[in-house]
């Protein structure tokens, strides 16, 4: 008789690209959301939840930065001839289906945020998932550059309300109609010159990786690179390079003279002049609310999505040093962009409507506050009903149900409680910060042991015999007073975190 082959056992591994979050890393999340929330609120912007799941015909080609439709998303059809769908790859393209399909009866302009999941089908690598959060806010119907602006002075608020203090980021502005100004100066602004136009884009946004030198030869007949491999190139002159290096080299100690270099090098052009006086509007804007270049600056070597933005677009920079795998220091770099996208509703109406938004990268903006310290989050695990005895069940479940009642995180142990150490093993990594004891002794005396687990690690980390005594981590108190006692400790725990800050 032929041997029946066992199924193999799935493999217990996240799919390449995902991991998981736990306890502390997801409530870490939820707080600093809860802040941004509370700017964007403040601000005047409503909340939006819209679907995880589009078509792929709504998604369309606005993928940021991609060529072709539909390229690094999660896609499927349900049937041969059901539509394509895909999970969002970010919040943006959802928002233009939502206003296209809800325009009648939401107000003009529509300003919202929304936050959650986004998902992108692309090579992962260290730090870079295939799933991460995001956290929008976006205003639509609004024409005006101080909805620029606006969205500018709100990202400085949300950086510094989370953590990311004054000096250690910086909010770059540009504009995409000055650089179509540069490229209609350079003679490559018609639809027949939109190849070389495209390589041109690519190449600005590679000058941080290939340098000035990298850069020009790609404006020009091309570059082979250490490989050999050959990029083919736009095929400028070199007064046209230079116009275009002259644009990426504008920045000026202040904005009024970066605007300054910029008029120069865009004169002739009535969009690139437009893009300027628009910049001039938001440094003005920004200024009377006090919103100085220290904060938020000009700068044109901001490069992000210019194939995907119309107007002023925006970059937040954290500014701080951290050291990278191989130990050398390196600026941490870009949290949040946006900027002015108004062709993206257009899609689904046919009519041009103005819209301007940014997007924080939430788990990169956590990552760079637990680098610097300042996640504020003092997560701690429940208080710990330990069981002394099987058969007591219910006074234990009687004394959990007071400290839920009281508005106190607390469990009883559920496990094998033969091992009394065993709960305290299970306590401390439940990051616990009390522990209650109630023996048959106890019972009979009427009291309870209350064990303040943080106070005993403390002491038992650095205290002399002396302060062990002054500062006993263990309490014998009425079973009546339970509720007061951990309070008490708790709220000692409390002020010891904040004097410890």
């Given at each position: ?41 403040r ?39 059901a ?10 393209a ?45 205003t ?19 950086l ?32 027949d ?5 495209g390589?041109v ?7 941080d ?5 990298g ?110 795998e191989?130990?050398?220091p ?6 949040a ?52 005895d ?22 009883v ?19 616990s ?30 205290a ?29 725990q ?8």
């Open positions: 008789m032929a041997k029946v082959k066992k199924a193999p056992r799935p493999k217990a591994a996240a799919p390449k690209g995902f991991r998981d979050y736990f306890g502390a890393e997801v409530t870490e999340r939820a707080e600093m959301l809860q802040k941004i929330a509370g700017v964007y609120h601000y005047g912007f409503d909340a939006l939840e819209s679907s995880a799941v589009e078509t792929v015909e709504a998604l369309g080609k606005f993928l940021p930065d991609v060529d072709r439709p539909n390229e690094g998303v999660f896609a499927w059809q349900e049937d041969d001839d539509d394509w769908l895909a999970l969002r790859y970010d919040l943006t959802p928002l233009a289906r939502v206003y296209a399909e809800n325009r009648n009866d939401l107000p003009t302009p529509y300003r919202r945020y929304a936050m959650g999941p986004v998902w992108r089908n692309e090579k992962p690598g260290p730090g870079r998932y295939r799933q991460f959060y995001q956290c929008d806010a976006d639509v119907g609004a024409s005006s550059v101080a909805a620029d602006a606006e969205i500018c002075a709100m990202l400085s608020d949300t510094e309300v989370v953590g990311i203090a004054r000096g250690d980021y910086i909010i770059r502005v540009n504009n995409r109609k000055v650089l179509n100004g540069v490229m209609e100066v350079c003679g490559i602004a018609g639809d010159k939109a190849d070389e136009r390589i884009l690519r190449a600005i946004d590679k000058l990786r290939l340098g000035v030198d850069v020009r030869a790609l404006l020009g007949e091309g570059r082979k690179d250490e490989s050999g491999d050959f990029t083919k190139g736009a095929g400028l002159s070199d007064a046209q390079a230079d116009i275009v290096m002259g644009f990426m080299d504008a920045k000026r100690e202040t904005g009024t003279a970066t605007a300054a270099r910029l008029s120069e090098l865009v004169q002739g052009s009535r969009v690139g002049e437009e893009g300027v006086n628009e910049l001039l509007t938001i440094a003005e804007l920004l200024t009377a609310q006090g919103y100085g270049s220290d904060r938020i600056e000009i700068d044109p070597s901001v490069v992000r999505g210019l194939g995907y933005y119309t107007g002023p677009v925006y970059e937040a920079e954290l500014t701080f040093e951290i050291e990278d191989k130990g050398r390196r600026n941490f770099g870009s949290v962009g946006g900027g002015r996208y108004d062709d993206l509703v257009k899609r689904f109406t046919g009519q041009e409507v103005p819209a301007t938004g940014v997007s924080i990268g939430v788990d990169r903006l956590l990552a760079a506050l637990r680098m610097k310290g300042r996640v504020k989050s003092h997560s701690s695990g429940p208080v710990v009903v330990t069981v002394m099987k058969n007591r069940m219910s006074d234990y479940q009687s004394m959990v149900a007071e400290l839920r009642d009281a508005g106190i995180r607390a469990e142990y559920l496990g094998n409680p033969k091992n009394f150490g065993n709960q305290l093993k299970y306590a401390d990594k439940r990051n910060p009390i522990a209650i004891i109630e023996g048959g002794d106890e019972k009979e005396n009427g009291v309870i042991q209350i064990k303040d687990l943080i106070l005993g690690a403390k002491i038992a980390e650095s002399t015999l002396e302060e062990w005594k002054d500062r006993p981590s263990q309490y014998e108190v009425p079973r009546e007073q339970l509720v007061a006692k951990v309070r008490e400790i708790l709220e000692s409390t002020t010891d975190n904040q004097e410890a800050e």
